[in-house]
T-cell receptor, first 114, second 112 residues
């Protein structure tokens, strides 16, 4: 398996633009997580899905952020409109739910909003 | 409020020594605690898991302890090597949820 695949790896955009980050989880994993990492706040959980259903989105910072998982092999995190404070590395992780739930992370998408 | 604290200052140690990293938490009742390693420009990678009813877990040169009374986990790397230099993150899972909450991580540098 190629692991969790995220795209794009790097994105530079201007304030106010829409940003879409993509994630392909490991085949067979039924839980998917979106995290954001900054120096100040560390790794923050934004939202997670179980069997394609959003379970907890309490970490989504505001309505500008939305996430979808239309099927078991694809998820998106959208920011519209983007702001400079959204600049961070966004990680997607997947796991087999139940028990210890070990996470496998993607390589991350580094977002810079100018 | 809930907190997971790791030493934010970098830890520098000499090659061959044992590195000990600390993870303290408040207002959590974790069912599982995990340790991850993160290298620059990469996502975290799972290392070890310990359950709430376990005191200690080992894997090769790695050892994790878990004290639910002290609300603390210690992560040890014995016979450390420069290749062990990375940021190490602890993560807690509360029973009944799938949410892993991470500490801010401790950067370890092993000096040759």
């Amino acid at each position: 398996d190629a692991g969790v695949i995220q795209s794009p790896r790097h994105e530079v955009t201007e304030m106010g633009q829409e940003v879409t980050l993509r994630c392909k989880p490991i085949s067979g994993h039924n839980s998917l997580f979106w995290y954001r990492q900054t120096m100040m706040r560390g790794l923050e959980l934004l939202i997670y899905f179980n069997n394609n259903v959003p379970i907890d989105d309490s970490g989504m910072p505001e309505d500008r952020f939305s996430a979808k998982m239309p099927n078991a092999s694809f998820s998106t995190l959208k920011i519209q409109p983007s702001e400079p404070r959204d600049s961070a590395v966004y990680f997607c992780a997947s796991s087999l739910a139940g028990g210890a739930n070990v996470l496998t992370f993607g390589a991350g998408s580094r977002l810079t909003v100018l | 409020s809930q907190k997971i604290e790791q030493n934010s200052e970098a830890l520098n140690i000499q090659e061959g020594k044992t590195a000990t990293l600390t993870c303290n938490y408040t207002n959590y009742s974790p069912a599982y605690l995990q340790w991850y390693r993160q290298d620059p420009g990469r996502g975290p990678v799972f290392l070890l898991l310990i359950r709430e009813n376990e005191k200690e877990k080992r894997k090769e040169r790695l050892k994790v302890t878990f004290d639910t009374t002290l609300k603390q986990s210690l992560f040890h790397i014995t016979a450390s090597q420069p290749a062990d230099s990375a940021t190490y993150l602890c993560a807690l899972l509360t029973s009944g949820t799938y949410k892993y909450i991470f500490g801010t991580g401790t950067r370890l540098k092993v000096l040759a």
